[in-house]
């Protein structure tokens, strides 16, 4: 089944250390996104890709960067992550940037900050 | 300042009835409305979507009614089914260039009691 995964599904790291979070997708889709879920909190876009231009949302902190080598690939590191970045990291894809286009999200990783 | 509530936290319906969630927004340009569900574990997953152009929209045991005057919009799933026990993200998108956006609301908990 054509899908988008998250890899690892639980991560722990330590304030300060740097950590990426992985998304692979199989449906080909042209826009990888990621969000960041805090607890009861709405999901927020963090930044996406549409093909090879990312595009960062103008309050996502400099804290965030993404990378993605290829159509099937995106990365989401977090170069200091402090106590306020644990939360639930969601990618989703979608074929075309367009307000018609339906996007699918992998399970999410969930992120602890000790 | 959210531009999407959906006002309440949780839901309890049993097996049978009707389920009703609803979400208010704020924003003017929002002229598609979509609805995710999300079970524990997993990403959302689409449901349903309206148009600003209509006022109903209907598949199967799900339909999403839109208040445009009011700002204001409800699923109902009817009747409603165990399986149906999730968080129910309402999710507009606007007209303008952001339109491939979805702002989410925080959600609503669904519980469909036997």
């Known amino acids: 089944d054509a899908m988008v995964i998250q890899n690892p599904r639980y991560q722990v790291t330590q304030f300060g250390k740097p950590v990426t979070l992985s998304c692979s997708q199989t449906?080909?889709?042209?826009?990888m996104y990621w969000y960041q879920q805090k607890s009861s909190q709405a999901p927020k876009l963090l930044f996406h890709y549409y093909d090879k231009d990312f595009n960062n949302e103008a309050d996502t902190p400099d804290n965030f960067q993404s990378r993605r080598p290829n159509t099937s690939f995106c990365f989401l590191d977090i170069r200091s992550p402090g106590l306020g970045d644990a939360a639930m990291y969601l990618c989703a894809t979608s074929k075309i940037r367009d307000r018609g286009s339906e996007q699918y999200f992998g399970p999410g990783t969930r992120l602890t900050v000790t | 300042d959210q531009q999407v509530k959906q006002n309440s936290p949780s839901l309890s319906v049993q097996e049978g009835r009707i389920s009703i969630l609803n979400c208010d927004y704020t924003n003017s340009m929002f002229d598609y409305f979509l609805w995710y569900k999300k079970y524990p574990a997993e990403g959302p997953t689409f449901l349903i979507s309206?148009?600003?152009?209509?006022d109903k929209n209907e598949d199967g045991r799900f339909t999403v009614f839109l208040n445009k005057s009011a700002k204001h919009l409800s699923l109902h799933i009817v009747p409603s089914q165990p399986g149906d026990s999730a968080v129910y993200f309402c999710?507009?998108?606007?007209?303008?260039?952001?339109?491939?956006?979805?702002?989410f609301g925080k959600g609503t908990k669904l519980s469909v009691i036997p």
């Open positions: 449906l080909n889709h042209n826009v």
């Open positions: 999710a507009p998108r606007d007209s303008g260039a952001g339109s491939y956006q979805l702002t």
């Open positions: 309206i148009s600003s152009i209509k």
